[in-house]
């Protein structure tokens, strides 16, 4: 099954669960990715098999039939879908929530959200979103290469991209066999054999610029037997400098940042300050763009520059 596939029956699941209401098919064509681009025929086809392949794998699809609308409307009840209680260990559960998390914020996540988006802002009410709750155990995975080195090591596929050296500005494209992505102290990292240089290096995910290209065929990689990593990342490719960044904050918003903030003071016309520890520009900027309208980073400029690039990037 495709990629693109698994994502729209993922939205579709997604969409019928968390709806209060049964919703027709021109509803769900405008709310779930990968129907809205069809002509009428292709969705209603579309549709047809993806209802069938979704009852096949044990999902309940209820056709609620309204005697006032012309349409009948589709739904998920919970109790039909949900599985009874399992019971794991405090070591099982933390491994499960991990690779979930890998998996949810790597591949799924995005497209989603963007189907409980869309049906809110098309008046459609809905639940809490799926799979989350008050605490959650999470990978974050907020670099933007994660998701093509991920591929790249599963399929053992060679990659390229351009990457910013520690300490400078300049930007050089590598050729890399992708061993493992491995994470740090709550960072990234890809370790592999760097053909350019031709020794082994680990790649900071976020200094890699631009898109991250597979070059040639699946299956091409070989990891040396017995390579640690772990150990390839185990040393810093330079001191950690931590600096200090301001930033604004709406009132009754983010409570996480305020959490994390070394001091929040009051502010006027409905924002306060807070002050946030970092050392990583490119990192900073990924968590305050996710963020929204919610955060204006005042400075440092490395720090404010690097989320106005994100968020134009999101614009085009």
């Known amino acids: 099954m495709s990629r693109r596939k698994t994502e729209r029956l993922l939205n579709l699941v997604i969409c019928l669960l968390a709806t209060r209401r049964p919703l027709s098919a021109e509803q769900i064509r405008q709310a779930v990715p990968g129907y809205d681009r069809d002509g009428d025929e292709a969705f209603q086809r579309m549709f047809e098999r993806d209802k069938n392949e979704l009852r096949e794998i044990g999902i309940p699809i209820d056709v609620v039939r309204d005697p006032w609308e012309d349409e009948p409307g589709y739904r998920i009840e919970r109790e039909s879908y949900e599985l009874p209680e399992i019971t794991l260990e405090a070591d099982e559960a933390a491994v499960l929530g991990l690779a979930a998390q890998v998996w949810q914020r790597a591949s799924l ?18 639940d809490q979103p799926v799979g989350t709750g008050a605490l959650e155990l999470r990978v974050d995975t907020r670099d933007a290469a994660f998701p093509a080195l991920w591929d790249a090591v599963r399929d053992r596929r060679v990659v390229r991209f351009d990457y910013r050296g520690a300490g400078s500005e300049s930007v050089r494209s590598r050729t890399v066999e992708p061993w493992g992505v491995v994470s740090r102290r709550g960072r990234w990292y890809l370790a592999g054999f760097d053909r350019g240089r031709d020794a082994p290096r680990a790649f900071r995910l976020s200094r890699i610029t631009g898109h991250v290209t597979a070059v040639g065929k699946a299956g091409a990689v070989e990891v040396p037997e017995g390579v640690d990593l772990r150990a390839m990342v185990g040393f810093p490719d330079e001191t950690v400098e931590e600096r200090v960044a301001v930033v604004r904050v709406r009132h009754g918003a983010c409570e996480g940042v305020r959490q994390l903030a070394r001091a929040v003071h009051p502010g006027t016309d409905g924002w306060d300050e807070a002050e946030l520890v970092f050392s990583d520009p490119e990192r900073l900027a990924g968590w305050m763009a996710s963020l929204g309208a919610d955060v204006e980073v005042v400075e440092p400029p490395d720090a404010r520059e690097a989320v106005i690039r994100r968020l134009k990037g999101v614009m085009a």
């Open 109 to 126: 996540a995005e497209a989603a959200s963007g189907a409980l988006l869309k049906l809110r802002a098309g008046g459609v009410a809905t």
